[in-house]
C-alpha cells in the first residue's frame, strides 16, 4: 500500500478515537453545567408536564452513559438530534452555519499566509536593517491584541470613521444570494456567475477576516524570520552565495523550503486555532457564523447543539492538521522518502 | 599580461568583537598565476578561510568585519568593484569548494535543480533539458557513471564522496579561472578524499584552472600544490615551490610544523604548543615562489 494512504489512514483513525474522547467530555460537561435545558427551552410559563415530556423526550431522565449510548446510536445514523433552539436537526443547522465560518477562517489563514510569510522572509534577508525592525514591530503589535480587539479596532478606523467597508454580514441585504451550492458565498457566486455578488462579499469579508488573521499574520512572520536566519548561517546557503545564486532566489527559494518545513506545523497550529477566535470575531461583525450558532445554543444550554458544533469544530482542527501533515511530508523530501522505503 | 590571475597585496581583516578589534589577517601577500595551483597551509585559525571569504566578497555585508588591501583579480580591482560586479564573478570566474560536501548541498532541493541553478547564474536563459545535459555530460567528468539517477537524488541519499564529485563538477561547470578549495573533503575518509582529489586535479589541469587550495593537510598539499605559502597567525611566514618547502623548509615555524607532522604520510597539523618568539621571524622567499617583481 502508498506510504502516504497509510500515514492517512492511521491519522484519520487517531482522529476518530480523539473525537470520541472530545464527544464524551463535552457531552459530560454540558450535562452537568446547572440549568434545566427543557425549563430553558420552554420558557418561563412551561407546565411541569410539559417539561416532564420534553425531558422524557431527550433521555435527560436516564443516567448519561444510556444517554451517551443513544447518542452514538444516532450519530451513526448521522443524526445530531434535534436543537431546542431552532427546532431543527442540528445537522441543518451546522449545514447552514457552518460554511460561513470556514469561508472567514480560510481567508484568514490565506491573509496569514500571504501577509506573515513574505514578511519573515524580507525580516530575515534584511535581518537587522530597517525592514527587519519594523517587522518585529508590527509582528509584536498584531500579536499584543486579541483578534476581537482587532476586530473592534479595525471596525471603528475603516467601517466607521473611514467608512470603507460595511459593518456587519456577509453580504447586503438587498442583494439575491445565489444558488447554495458550497454555501461559500464567494465561490457559489462565480458558479453562479453573478459577479456582482461575488466584490459584495468579498468586499464584507476583508475585514472580519484580517481581524481575525493580524495576530497569525505576526505570528507567521516572527516564526518564518527566525527559522530562515537559522537557515542562513547553514553551509548550503553559504554555498549558494559563493555558487553566486541571487540574494532573491536564495531568500525566497533556496532558504525558504528548507526553513518553511519546521514553520508549517505552527502556521498549521495557528489556522486551526482561528477556528476558535472566529467566535468573537464572528460575535463583533455580526457574521452568521457557526460560532454565533455555538454562543446562542451554549446560552440556551441547547444540548445536542452543543456537543454538535464542539464535535465538528474539532473535527475541522483535525482536518486542518492532518492536512498540514500532508504538506509537511510533500515539502519535506527526508520525510517523504522515508515514508516511501 | 604580466600580472598573476590574482594578486593580493598587504590584506589586513579585523573583526570588531565586545573587547574591540580583534586582528586576524596582518598584511598578506599572495599571487596565483593562471593555471596554477597554489595551496596556504596553516593551523586552523590561522586565517586560511577569511581569505578565501574575502576574495569571494563575502564579509562585505558583515558589518564587523573590517579590511583593507588591494585584491586584483585578472587585472580588475576587487576591492573597488561593486557588489553586483563582484557577485556577477562568483560561481563563474570564481568558484569555491567547502569542507563537508553534504552539508553544502541543500537537503530540500534535489542535485538537478541545484546543478540548474548553478549554470543558470552563468547563463540565466538556460533551458532545464539543456542544463540537464551539461550536468549529466560534467557528471561522467567526474566519474559519475549514473548521472540521471544522482541529478534525481537529494545529497543525504548520496555518499560524502559522490556529494563531493557533485560539488568540483558544479564548481567547474561554468569553467571559472580561479577555484577556492578551503579544506575540500576533509569531512571525508581518506581513501575518498584522496580519490575526489585526484579527480579534482585531473579537471583543473584540463581546464587550466587556478586554485587556491586551502589545507592543514602536508601529505595532501605535496600531492596536489604547485607551490606553498605557510601561514601562522595570519602571517605569510614562508612561501615558495612545493618540493623546496618540503625539502628545505627555512622559517623556524614551517621547520617545526614540518617536525612535528610525519612527512610522508602527512597527516593533519596538530596544533604545535610550545610558541616560540621566532614563529613571528620575517617571511622567508624561496627562489621562485615570489612574484616578479616581489622583493626576495
Ligand atoms: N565572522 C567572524 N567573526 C569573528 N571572528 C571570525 C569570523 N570568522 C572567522 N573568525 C575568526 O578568524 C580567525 C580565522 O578563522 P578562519 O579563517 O576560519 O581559520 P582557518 O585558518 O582555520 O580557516 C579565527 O580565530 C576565527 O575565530
Ligand atoms: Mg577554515
Avoid: C
Avoid at chain 2, 585526484?198 to 587550495?213: D, G, H, I, K, S
Wanted: glycine residues 8%.
Amino acid at each position: 500500500m502508498n506510504s502516504v494512504v497509510k500515514m492517512l489512514l492511521k491519522r484519520i483513525g487517531t482522529s476518530l478515537v480523539v473525537l470520541i474522547g472530545v464527544s464524551m467530555l463535552i457531552f459530560t460537561i454540558a450535562r452537568v453545567i446547572p440549568g434545566d435545558p427543557a425549563r430553558i427551552a420552554l420558557g418561563p410559563n412551561a407546565s411541569i408536564e410539559q417539561i416532564d415530556k420534553l425531558r422524557e423526550r431527550l433521555h435527560l431522565n436516564d443516567n448519561i452513559i444510556t444517554q451517551y449510548g443513544y447518542f452514538i446510536k444516532d450519530l451513526s445514523n448521522g443524526n445530531l438530534g434535534i436543537s431546542l433552539y431552532t427546532n431543527r436537526p442540528v445537522t441543518t443547522d451546522i449545514a447552514q452555519f457552518l460554511p460561513a465560518t470556514l469561508e472567514l477562517v480560510i481567508f484568514a489563514g490565506f491573509f496569514m499566509v500571504a501577509f506573515g510569510i513574505p514578511l519573515g522572509i524580507i525580516a530575515a534577508k534584511y535581518k537587522d536593517k530597517w525592514q527587519d525592525h519594523s517587522v518585529r514591530i508590527l509582528a509584536l503589535l498584531t500579536v499584543s491584541a486579541p483578534s476581537f480587539v482587532w476586530a473592534v479596532i479595525l471596525m471603528l478606523l475603516f467601517a466607521f470613521f473611514l467608512p470603507l467597508f460595511p459593518v456587519a454580514g456577509r453580504i447586503d441585504d438587498q442583494l439575491l444570494l445565489p444558488d447554495n451550492i458550497t454555501g461559500f458565498l464567494t465561490v457559489d457566486a462565480l458558479i453562479d456567475g453573478n459577479f456582482t455578488v461575488f466584490v459584495n462579499a468579498i468586499w464584507h469579508i476583508l475585514l472580519p477576516a484580517f481581524a481575525l488573521s493580524l495576530s497569525g499574520i505576526g505570528q507567521a512572520a516572527r516564526l518564518t524570520r527566525a527559522n530562515m536566519v537559522e537557515t542562513y548561517k547553514k553551509p548550503y546557503i553559504e554555498m549558494a552565495q559563493a555558487f553566486g545564486f541571487s540574494a532573491k532566489r536564495i531568500a525566497t527559494k533556496y532558504a525558504f523550503k528548507p526553513s518553511l518545513i519546521p514553520s508549517l506545523t505552527i502556521i498549521g497550529l495557528d489556522f486551526a486555532a482561528m477556528l476558535g477566535n472566529a467566535f468573537l470575531v464572528e460575535a463583533v461583525f455580526a457574521w452568521p457564523g457557526l460560532s454565533r450558532y455555538g454562543v446562542q445554543v451554549i446560552l440556551r444550554k441547547d444540548l445536542n447543539a452543543i456537543v454538535g458544533t464542539v464535535l465538528v469544530i474539532s473535527a475541522m482542527f483535525l482536518v486542518v492538521n492532518i492536512i498540514v501533515d500532508l504538506l509537511i511530508t510533500y515539502i519535506n523530501p527526508r520525510i517523504r522518502l522515508a515514508k516511501g522505503q | 599580461m604580466n600580472n598573476p590571475l590574482l594578486k593580493i597585496t598587504n590584506l589586513e581583516l579585523g573583526f570588531n568583537t565586545f573587547q574591540g578589534e580583534h586582528k586576524i589577517l596582518h598584511g598578506l601577500n599572495i599571487h596565483i598565476k593562471a593555471g596554477e595551483r597554489v595551496a596556504l597551509v596553516g593551523e586552523s585559525g590561522s586565517g586560511k578561510s577569511v581569505t578565501a571569504r574575502i576574495i569571494l566578497g563575502m564579509f562585505d555585508e558583515l558589518t564587523s568585519a573590517n579590511f583593507s588591501g588591494d585584491i586584483l583579480f585578472n587585472e580588475q580591482r576587487l576591492d573597488l568593484m561593486t557588489k553586483a560586479q563582484k557577485h556577477s564573478l562568483r560561481g563563474k570566474e570564481i568558484s569555491m569548494i567547502f569542507q563537508d560536501p553534504t552539508s553544502s548541498l541543500n537537503p530540500t532541493f534535489k542535485i538537478g535543480q541545484q546543478f540548474y541553478e548553478v549554470l543558470r547564474t552563468a547563463n540565466p536563459k538556460i533551458k532545464k533539458q539543456a542544463a540537464n545535459k551539461i550536468a549529466i555530460d560534467w557528471l561522467h567528468k567526474v566519474a559519475i557513471t549514473d548521472a540521471d539517477r544522482v541529478l534525481n537524488s537529494y545529497a543525504f541519499q548520496l555518499s560524502g564522496g559522490m556529494n563531493q564529485r557533485v560539488m568540483i563538477a558544479m564548481a567547474l561547470v561554468n569553467k571559472p579561472s580561479l577555484l577556492l578549495a578551503d579544506e575540500p573533503g576533509t569531512a571525508l575518509d581518506v581513501t575518498v578524499q584522496a580519490q575526489t582529489l585526484n579527480l579534482m586535479r585531473e579537471l583543473v589541469t584540463q581546464e587550466n584552472t587556478a586554485v587556491l587550495f586551502i589545507s592543514h593537510n602536508l601529505g595532501v598539499v605535496r600531492e596536489f600544490a604547485d607551490r606553498v605559502y605557510i601561514i601562522y597567525k595570519g602571517r605569510i611566514v614562508e612561501q615558495g615551490k612545493t618540493h623546496d618547502i618540503f625539502d628545505n623548509p627555512q622559517h623556524p615555524y614551517t621547520q617545526a610544523l614540518m617536525a612535528a607532522v610525519p612527512r610522508i604520510t602527512g597527516g593533519g597539523i596538530p596544533e604545535i604548543d610550545d610558541t616560540s618568539e621566532r614563529y613571528y621571524d620575517p617571511i622567508f622567499i624561496h627562489k621562485g615562489g615570489e612574484e616578479i617583481g616581489d622583493p626576495v
